[in-house]
């Protein structure tokens, strides 16, 4: 049952359960209003203590039914009233975490008692959102403007101790959680200490308010919006009363819920968590924890990956023949692990067992010869990848994972080099692997279900992003990227300079421009699958200019100059050789070079990601439109406020996009730009990509 009333002496303690982390849905928030009302009117009860089942206290608002008009939002705040009205007193015994609308659950109680392991946020900003149930009012009553300010605009979660010493919580419960709940219950004797009806501490505040308005004012991407409007209801806790405050956080949290903004925020946050789960028919029901990991290749992804895997708690065994990569890469590991100690995220004792968990070998026999997952990190070249796998296949053990981190090539061919191509799969992490979040999973042909449904897991224990694709050249991100720099290069023959396309896909949203991300990512790293390309898809063409820029040497960051020059090695700076290059480049291909906006290189762009994602869902590469979308929201810097390519194409409306790509058409040497079959259809059936994904 969702709330189990349970009867110590005077004291009901009301247990609530909505798994896994009871989420406050309508329904749940409905049920606790009214067993509220019930038990608090019992004959007998002087106090009630609200407990969460399971693994914690309430992790927040549901937000799958945010905005859907599921009533979600008139329950939850009809909770808090019932909190307010209730004739005893209401303790909140918190353990896990009481974060979004658990925290304020737990602030409308009338006092709280946390156990020492709890942590409490307000992460709404996340979703361009603010507490919308009383979180801005009661919160500066209880700590302050200065500390409920960066509570609600950092979304930085805070411990026991440091809730303890800001106000926010009464007690921290060093023995059992529920004992010293009821025992504070006892202590209260009967009073009602309503948070509501606190003066909020003004020393400093209105400092702390212009601090954080000037922050606000600045701020960029996800939050921005909502950073303000917390900033005016903190600021009406202090000047209004708490109904009128109350009244302002209300209709606030609804312009916010109702933007544009928060709208893609929210559909990124339910779509990671979407792609994560798979149908039985793709991940089985025979998966199985992978606790033994090799990396085989030792250069920056390598180290990067083992990176990403010791950070998670797993043992590595780093493999590669050259001794001298093997110390490079532990010396990296080390360094990582160093800098985040230094940075206080980390402690020596906990970077030295990571460490410790880590060996190095130049013996992939002995390396792998116990390994659950072995991930294959070697030079993006088919036969040094086949010749990898082959020795793989004699070496580990016949149930071991084996896979690829190609981020181009057919994992189907690199499975041909082993008996058993079913425990064959791609990983293909995204660098830096320890700090990006995606992970493409690819689902060979023949990839058995229960391996699939390994990797994903195995994803998720890592903190990543596993998105499922099928087999093709490039998958689902990087697929859609070669269109995206098809576009770019095209613009650049036309009229467009690098700094100036990089600075309006930038100023739509992007973390980086198409020339500042190869400069970044190597520019050889896509001469090199330009030149393979051009022996196997002889027929695509493609502009010169990226490796007229190769050829003097320019591959980017790591040599000082690509398309920028890089002085201090990290910030690009406009290079007038490149800028000729350009010119001359348009004028060797016969091209005349015309002005171009803005607004143009941002919608050709787009079109070629959108209809390129179109094609990928035709052939059954990517799942759903929303597997897209993630990919492009978690590892290349789309704007997550924009929800991803395929909901920004919803958006923007299907019909507008395929009359653009029919305006835009033609191009120049001999490249055309024919509309997506599946975007033709439903803009013929009058659907969206948005349509697909149910």
Avoid at 11 to 19: E, G, I, M, N, P
């Amino acid at each position: 049952m969702p709330i189990e009333p349970i009867q110590y002496g005077s004291t009901t303690v009301l247990r609530f359960s909505s798994a896994p982390v009871n989420a406050l849905g309508r329904a749940l928030a409905g049920e606790l209003a009214g067993e509220i009302a019930r038990s608090g009117r019992a004959a007998g009860v002087a106090a009630l203590v609200l407990v969460g089942d399971g693994r914690c206290f309430c992790a927040g608002a549901d937000i799958g039914e945010l905005g859907n008009d599921s009533g979600q939002a008139d329950a939850i705040r009809a909770l808090m009233q019932a909190l307010d009205a209730s004739p005893v007193p209401v303790v909140a015994a918190i353990h896990g975490v009481a974060f979004g609308g658990g925290l304020e659950l737990a602030l409308a109680c009338h006092a709280r008692v946390a156990a020492r392991s709890a942590r409490f946020a307000f992460p709404e900003i996340s979703l361009g959102l603010l507490p919308g149930a009383g979180g801005t009012q009661r919160t500066p009553r209880l700590v302050g403007a200065a500390k409920a300010l960066s509570l609600m605009i950092d979304g930085t979660p805070i411990d026991a101790g440091q809730a303890l010493a800001s106000g926010l919580i009464d007690a921290i419960a060093d023995g059992d959680l529920l004992e010293a709940a009821l025992r504070h219950a006892d202590s209260l004797g009967g009073r009602c200490i309503r948070v509501r009806d606190h003066q909020a501490p003004d020393e400093q505040a209105q400092a702390a308010l212009a601090s954080a308005r000037q922050a606000a004012g600045t701020r960029r991407g996800a939050g921005a919006v909502a950073a303000g409007h917390i900033v005016d209801c903190v600021e009406a806790a202090l000047g209004l009363s708490f109904d009128e405050g109350l009244a302002l956080e209300q209709r606030l949290f609804d312009d916010l819920l109702a933007s544009p903004e928060s709208q893609g925020l929210r559909h990124v946050f339910l779509g990671e968590r979407a792609a994560a789960r798979l149908p039985a028919s793709l991940a089985g029901s025979g998966a199985h924890p992978l606790e033994r990991t090799a990396v085989i290749g030792a250069g920056v992804m390598g180290a990067g990956i083992a990176t990403a895997l010791l950070a998670s708690g797993l043992p590595v065994t780093l493999i590669d023949p050259d001794p001298a990569a093997l110390d490079r890469a532990v010396a990296r590991i080390d360094a990582t692990f160093g800098r985040d100690v230094q940075k206080g995220r980390l402690s020596s004792a906990a970077a030295a067992a990571r460490m410790a968990a880590l060996t190095a070998t130049p013996r992939l026999e002995t390396g792998v010869a116990d390994a659950d997952l072995v991930i294959e990190a070697v030079f993006e070249d088919m036969a040094v990848k086949r010749a990898v796998f082959t020795a793989l296949d004699k070496a580990t053990r016949p149930d071991a994972i084996l896979a690829s981190n190609t981020s181009t090539l057919d994992v189907d061919t690199i499975a041909d080099a082993v008996r058993d191509p079913g425990r064959v799969l791609g990983m293909h992490f995204f660098s830096p692997a320890h700090v990006m979040r995606l992970v493409e999973i690819v689902r060979g042909a023949r990839t058995r279900p229960e391996v699939l449904g390994s990797a994903m897991a195995f994803a998720r224990r890592l903190g990543k992003v596993g998105v499922v694709a099928g087999v093709c050249d490039g998958f689902i991100g990087n697929r859609m990227f070669e269109e995206y720099l098809r576009q770019a290069y095209l613009l650049l023959e036309e009229g467009a300079l690098p700094q100036q396309v990089d600075r309006a896909m930038e100023a739509f949203g992007f973390a980086m421009g198409p020339f500042r991300v190869m400069d970044l990512a190597g520019q050889d790293i896509g001469w090199s699958i330009r030149k393979r390309r051009a022996i196997e898809q002889p027929q695509r063409p493609y502009s010169r200019f990226p490796d007229k820029v190769c050829e003097l040497g320019r591959f980017g960051q790591k040599t000082g100059m690509g398309v920028y020059r890089y002085p201090d090695g990290r910030t690009p700076v406009v290079d007038p050789e490149i800028d000729a290059l350009v010119v001359a480049h348009s004028a060797e291909i016969g091209l005349p070079r015309r002005a171009i906006d803005d607004a143009e290189i941002v919608a050709r762009c787009l079109l070629a990601l959108v209809n390129e994602g179109a094609r990928i869902l035709e052939e059954g590469i990517a799942w759903r439109p929303l597997d897209i979308d993630v990919v492009w929201t978690a590892g290349y810097g789309f704007p997550a406020v924009r929800g991803g390519p395929m909901l920004h194409a919803d958006r923007l409306g299907l019909p507008r996009l395929l009359a653009d790509i029919e305006r835009f058409a033609g191009g120049h040497a001999g490249w055309t730009w024919q509309p997506a079959e599946l975007l033709v259809r439903l803009v013929r059936e009058n659907r969206t990509f948005g349509d697909l994904n149910d």
